[in-house]
């Protein structure tokens, strides 16, 4: 893992740092168009190593990540993808069932990473701290380490695209990962064949953003 150089910052923020997060939050897209050149050397751990700041429950670090670079692995994932996606059509009617078959659901053909992220039940780090009383935290940390990962990618005009149209057990065969490691995401990551400010499900008509008012309550 490459290691960080030190920030000369005193932890304060200006204007226009806020301003260029809120331009990166914008701009943080699933990506499933995937250049297929690879990353620049490097570039990953350095990803990665942000992805490492995130927070967790008790500090536990529970996150697990595994670069499948192996043919094999990757063509288990990707037909297990197939499937579970065939499967899922046949649960769509009429309309909605020609726009789920037009959508491309994942960049698994093209990505040149495959990164399986998975939680770690059985460590100690941590000391149990928090899990007693909401043992799934354990995993919602793990979704906090593939946030921080895929802004810090986007950051460094590195694509990132979510996968979980796939059964988690014929992943976690694949990996040959031990049995105590559930995987909480199977990310494609690259270089985007094109960047947007509007979700790729929004632009084909699937799902758009809905007003955060109807989110949002005061009791
Ligand atoms: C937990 C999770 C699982 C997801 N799984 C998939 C997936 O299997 N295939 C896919 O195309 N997108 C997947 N996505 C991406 C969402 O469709 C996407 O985040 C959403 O449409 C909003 O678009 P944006 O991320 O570009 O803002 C997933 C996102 C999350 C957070």
Known sequence: MVDRIASPSDGT?????VDDLDE????????RRFRTDPLAPGLLDEVLASAELSPSVGNSQPWRWVEVRSAEPRASVTASFERCNAEALDGYRGDRARAYAGLKLSGLRDAPVHLAVCCAAA???GHGLGRRTMPQTLEYSVA???STLWLAARARGVGVGWVSIVDPDDVTDALGVPDDWSLVAYLCIGYPEADDDVPALERAGWQARTDSQTRYRVV
């Open 24 to 31: 990166l939050l914008r701009w943080r897209r699933d990506v």
């Open 123 to 125: 460590g100690d780090q």
């Open 13 to 17: 923020f200006d204007r226009r740092f």
């Open 144 to 146: 906090t380490a593939v």
